[in-house]
T-cell receptor
Framework: AQSVTQLGSHVSVSEGALVLLRCNYS??????LFWYVQYPNQGLQLLLK??????LVKGINGFEAEFKKSETSFHLTKPSAHMSDAAEYFC????????????FGQGTELSVKP | DTEVTQTPKHLVMGMTNKKSLKCEQH?????MYWYKQKAKKPPELMFV???????INESVPSRFSPECPNSSLLNLHLHALQPEDSALYLC?????????????FGSGTRLTVV
């Protein structure tokens, strides 16, 4: 079955530093890929999505992700972290053959130090 | 309107109570979803409705009963719940089931079963 692996359950960066959150998927056929952010006590907000158009995807709040088929990866980056970026980040996949389910990785909690 | 609205935001219920969670969207989306999220965990799919018909039931116990009265409204009826059912219940919608556009999530209902 299709799965998503997020490396690192917790990432801590300093304000202004590069943010890199890692996501790998398992599939021979590239699925639809998404990054969602969840702030405390809130729902999930879509940051960006890959749907086979461009491999470098730009999202909201300065985030972007690069789809690399050879590495089955879809890592999320932001050049300069802001305190307001502190949240839980989920990588998710919609496999072609599972009835449209959105399957989430385990999540990465991002902390930003002043 | 680009939102999914969930009510109530918080709910405390006893194990013998009957209550309902409500979800509404006016984006013309034809697929709607219920997810359950425990603390520090990713959301887990419970039900999928497509064009007002139940499409996926992820082997959810019968004490959870979904209902889709029309294309804009999704309910989750709760009866005889257990304390372990305490969680954040998230509703989501998408243009179609398995859409490449991603899901729009509501802010959730925080349920506590006592």
């Amino acid at each position: 079955a299709q799965s998503v692996t997020q490396l690192g359950s917790h990432v801590s960066v300093s304000e202004g530093a590069l943010v890199l959150l890692r996501c790998n998927y398992s599939s021979s056929v590239p699925p639809y890929l998404f990054w969602y952010v969840q702030y405390p006590n809130q729902g999930l907000q879509l940051l960006l999505k890959y749907t086979s158009a461009a491999t470098l995807v730009k999202g909201i709040n300065g985030f972007e992700a690069e789809f690399k088929k050879s590495e089955t990866s879809f890592h999320l980056t932001k050049p300069s972290a802001h305190m307001s970026d502190a949240a839980e980040y989920f990588c998710a996949v919609t496999p072609y053959n599972q009835g449209g389910k959105l399957i989430f990785g385990q999540g990465t909690e991002l902390s930003v130090k002043p | 309107d680009t939102e999914v609205t969930q009510t109530p935001k918080h709910l405390v219920m006893g194990m013998t109570n009957k209550k309902s969670l409500k979800c509404e969207q006016h984006m013309g989306h034809r697929a709607m979803y219920w997810y359950k999220q425990k603390a520090k965990k990713p959301p887990e799919l419970m039900f999928v409705y497509s064009y007002e018909k139940l499409s996926i039931n992820e082997s959810v116990p019968s004490r959870f009963s979904p209902e889709c009265p029309n294309s804009s409204l999704l309910n989750l009826h709760l009866h005889a719940l257990q304390p372990e059912d305490s969680a954040l219940y998230l509703c989501a919608s998408s243009q179609e089931q398995g859409s490449s556009y991603g899901y729009t999530f509501g802010s959730g209902t925080r349920l506590t079963v006592v």
